[in-house]
């Protein structure tokens, strides 16, 4: 697993999930019929979006992404398929690699950090699917923030 094909693999799920919302919202809303489509995607793309959020940050430290492209990519995540937008943009400005830059003697911690997790990849998948899960149920708990 590359940078470039691990951050391609979220943005594209994102965005694909983000259709189903879509789909699920037309239904809901133009259809008019049941709004179990939007019940469904509406998780799902919850989920999504919270591990694109993730490696976002971790691609962002590896590759060393400014922090406006940083910002950027997380906020590609709110309107739909931006991510896939996003990731073509960074892909032209040279922003993703085939290779991982982290190292354990990198100067950030958080360099250190990502070289960790790569070096111990089934804690790091572990860990990833435990934040995915707490994050997604904190998100369910605390609910939309307006409405
Ligand atoms: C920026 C991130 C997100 C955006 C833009 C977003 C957007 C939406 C939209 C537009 C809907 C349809 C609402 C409607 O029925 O009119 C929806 C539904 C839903 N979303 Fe999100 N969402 C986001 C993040 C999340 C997260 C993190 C979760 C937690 C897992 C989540 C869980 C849900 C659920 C459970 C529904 C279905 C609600 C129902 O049963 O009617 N969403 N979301």
Redesign the pocket.
Known sequence: MTPRNVFRTLAVAEAITWLG?LA??FV??VVGTT?VG??VA??I???A??SYCLVTLVVAVDQQWSRGRTVLGLLS??PPLMTVWFDRHVESRGGLDDHWHSRHDSETAGRRAVCWLLRHHRQAIVGFVVAVAA??GL??VAGPPVG
Request: aromatic fraction near 10%; glycine fraction near 14%.
């Open positions: 919302l699920g919202m809901k809303y709004e939007v019940q509406g998780p793309h919850g989920v979006f919270i995540s709110v994050l997604t998100a369910l």
